[in-house]
């Protein structure tokens, strides 16, 4: 049976409503998402389907929470709170141990810290609080020499920045988000969520590889000793898996600021929009110097940890580069490991955000996204 599709579009994006309705009558039965889009700070898109799924289902959205981490450090560095060519030691003296004396604000939101994780690992409590986290890993000599090279610290790096955030403030990342961003324009887009909305959490369902993809899962390099193992933390005896990071309510309610995140696609696309657009009577978050400045690719080419082409800008992936090659220069971001994708194209005025509850092969922005993301980008230049 076709499940039916919820929600609007608005005029000139009925092709967006066409590419998702299309996709989900060749999904599962089970299948669970949501899409939105906002054009210069007006919804466009706001879609879902499943069944007990609502416009305002929450989900745990993974790596896509960098994007909210990494503007409160904007916001703080448009401010001039934070520096980014400031070395990390000035805010956080003990972070320069093991020869990481000399890394700037600016490599560090790069990924070029090369402290991707512990030798030791991280236990499930430390994983869940960002100042265990940070405090670990200050004593941690880098795995490359750092600002030489770049690898995607996938657990760890909104811990780390959260950490100078916290030193420079005198509040945690979480509560500057909140007091900041999340509140003012009551988005749907939690670090850290309430357990009075707990009711609304959907639960991340485990990936389904077909038995193609089950081979190519079983065949790719995972020693436990690799970058990558590392950076996963699946280095430990037991390690657990993503969907345990995200089902966990220590997790969710203090939400670690690399991949703890809960949010409705509206909330990931209202985030971006109120970065870069009018909201209402509100002026955009960043100005165009700060988002030409978190936009611009500062590493670009082999990734140390995901052993493959990534590229970013400060905090954010550089989503053109990264994902969607049609998008304008500038476009900033970032996915998540569940399928999650959200982002701003400053260029057409394009904020996006798609969640989904099952988590999709093989990890990282789900393969649909293209599709919509295609579909509401030839909107929008064709509306804008």
Do not use: C
């Not at 896509?64 to 070395?87: C, F, P």
């Not at 403030?169 to 909140?178: D, F, K, N, P, S």
């Not at 609304?200 to 899962?217: D, F, H, K």
């Amino acid at each position: 049976m076709t499940q039916e599709i919820h929600g609007r579009v608005a005029d000139g994006f009925e092709a967006v409503r066409e590419e998702f309705a299309a996709f989900v009558a060749g999904e599962r039965p089970d299948y669970e998402g949501q899409l939105s889009a906002f054009v210069h700070g007006r919804q466009v898109v706001d879609l879902w389907a499943g069944e007990g799924v609502g416009p305002d289902s929450l989900y745990g959205v993974f790596s896509s929470t960098k994007g909210a981490a990494h503007l409160v450090v904007a916001l703080l560095v448009q401010e001039g709170t934070l520096e980014l060519d400031r070395k990390v030691t000035y805010y956080w003296p003990e972070f320069g141990a093991e020869g990481k004396g000399q890394l700037t604000l600016r490599d560090l939101l790069a990924h070029r810290a090369g402290v991707v994780g512990l030798d030791a690992g991280f236990s499930a409590d430390e994983l869940a609080d960002d100042r265990a986290v940070a405090e670990r890993l200050a004593d941690q000599r880098p795995f490359w020499r750092p600002g030489t090279a770049f690898g995607y610290h996938a657990l760890v790096i909104g811990a780390l920045t959260g950490e100078i955030v916290r030193r420079a403030t005198g509040r945690t990342l979480q509560e500057v988000y909140e007091e900041r961003i999340r509140v003012p324009y009551g988005l749907d887009f939690h670090l850290g969520l309430p357990a009075a909305l707990e009711p609304r959490y959907r639960p991340v369902q485990p990936m389904v590889p077909t038995p193609t993809q089950q081979v190519e899962l079983d065949a790719a390099p995972t020693g436990p000793h690799t970058l990558t193992a590392i950076a996963f933390n699946q280095h430990v005896p037991a390690p657990g898996t993503m969907v345990d990071y995200a089902n966990s309510r220590a997790v969710r309610a203090k939400g670690p600021a690399s991949a703890g995140g809960v949010a409705a696609a509206r909330g990931l696309a209202g985030m971006y929009a109120a970065a870069i657009s009018d909201r209402g009577e509100r002026p955009p978050l960043l100005k165009p110097d700060t988002i030409a400045e978190v936009g611009q690719i500062h590493s670009a080419g082999y990734d140390l940890v995901a052993r493959t082409h990534k590229a970013f800008g400060l905090g954010f992936q550089a989503t053109a580069a990264a994902w969607h090659p049609y998008l304008g220069a500038g476009a900033f971001g970032h996915s998540g490991a569940g399928g999650s994708q959200a982002f701003a194209d400053p260029r057409s005025g394009l904020a996006y955000g798609y969640t989904r509850r099952r988590m999709a092969y093989p990890g990282g922005a789900a393969p649909e996204n293209d599709r919509f993301v295609r579909a509401a980008h030839r909107a929008a230049l064709a509306t804008g």
